[in-house]
């Protein structure tokens, strides 16, 4: 079974994300990057930028794939994980702690009523993909 942080809301598109006292943060999920392969770079936006619900936030380059990844949220950018420049590997190995994409201040807070509850991905994953 794919790892799934309870503390995290998910997108359909395999994007989680999770409150805390300054923002909301947005990442890829377990499920996400074994299906992308070992990641060897990422291509993060601006600080300061304003992003879209849907729209294009981040693209990774994996030894399989080029994938773009679009924002489960519409957000000002308020922090990137700057770190996955030296260890985009950080992707595979910690996608809910230290491969952390971008950092957010809400700007439509009733967009997060479109995200699944961690248990409601869990059974999503379960009926779509049969991977968990």
């Known amino acids: ?76 950018i308020i922090s990137i994980n700057n770190e996955l420049e030296k260890s985009p590997e950080w992707l595979n190995s910690s996608p809910y702690e230290k491969g952390w994409l971008v950092k957010v201040e809400l700007i439509a807070v009733n967009e997060m009523n479109d995200l699944m509850s961690a248990s409601a991905y869990h059974d999503y994953m379960k009926v779509f993909y049969n991977k968990m």
Not at 11 to 38: L, P, S
Not at 41 to 49: A, H, N, Q, R, T
Not at 57 to 72: R, Y
């Open 1 to 76: 079974m794919k790892k799934i942080d309870v503390n995290a809301f998910y997108h359909e598109t395999n994007e989680w994300v999770r409150k805390d006292e300054t923002g909301y943060t947005i990442g890829i999920t377990d499920f996400a990057q074994t299906v992308f392969g070992n990641v060897v770079s990422v291509d993060l936006p601006k600080v300061g930028e304003i992003i879209k619900k849907n729209e294009l936030l981040v693209t990774i380059d994996s030894d399989k794939v080029t994938t773009e990844i679009f924002s489960p949220i519409s957000g000002k």
